[in-house]
Nanobody, 124 residues
Framework: QVQLAETGGGLVQAGGSLRLSCTASGRTSSRYAVAWFRQAPGKQREFVAAITWSGTSTIYADSVKGRFTVVGDNAKNTVDLQMNSLKPDDTAVYYC?????????????????WGQGTQVTVSS
């Protein structure tokens, strides 16, 4: 069983940058994809970005495309989310998730292992 832990959240001003890291421990698999989701207060959890464990494919939500980059390091068992040009609307708890999606990489139901989340707050 894989366990995930996120680090790197915090408070940043609009226009600033943060880098989140998701570290996997336990039995990982090359069949896994790792995704980042976020949930703001009073809103549903939404897809942010995903990467295949091989790192060959990435996908982004339109709202973060061009600002966020997801990158994996198999040697360290980490998947990082580099967030640039942050906006107040990016404020949320960010979760990483792992699974073997059969359908859409954007769907939370495709992931069966989740981290505990890390808070990102962007001030205006």
């Amino acid at each position: 069983q894989v366990q995930l832990a996120e680090t790197g959240g915090g408070l940043v001003q609009a226009g600033g940058s943060l880098r989140l890291s998701c570290t996997a421990s336990g039995r990982t698999s090359s069949r896994y994809a790792v995704a980042w989701f976020r949930q703001a207060p009073g809103k549903q959890r939404e897809f942010v970005a995903a990467i295949t464990w091989s790192g060959t494919s990435t996908i982004y939500a339109d709202s973060v495309k061009g600002r966020f980059t997801v990158v994996g390091d198999n040697a360290k068992n980490t998947v990082d989310l580099q967030m640039n040009s942050l906006k107040p609307d990016d404020t949320a708890v960010y979760y990483c998730a792992a699974g073997s999606p059969r359908d859409s990489f954007r769907s939370a139901s495709q992931y069966d292992v989740w981290g505990q989340g890390t808070q990102v707050t962007v001030s205006s």
